[in-house]
């Protein structure tokens, strides 16, 4: 078994977690949009405008 260094150790984890942060922050603004979207067509269809 190899042994690794400390550089390739911070590397591999910190490319690790930068993807996972990445793609939390990812969903959280696609859930964001979605829950807009859903939202806005929530009430136009619940709560129609009286032109």
Known sequence: ME?????EINQCSGGYWQHVL????LIDFAYDI???LGNGFYDGAHEPQIP
């Open 34 to 36: 979605g829950r807009g």
């Open 3 to 7: 042994e690794l260094n400390l550089e």
């Open 22 to 25: 990445t793609y939390m922050t």
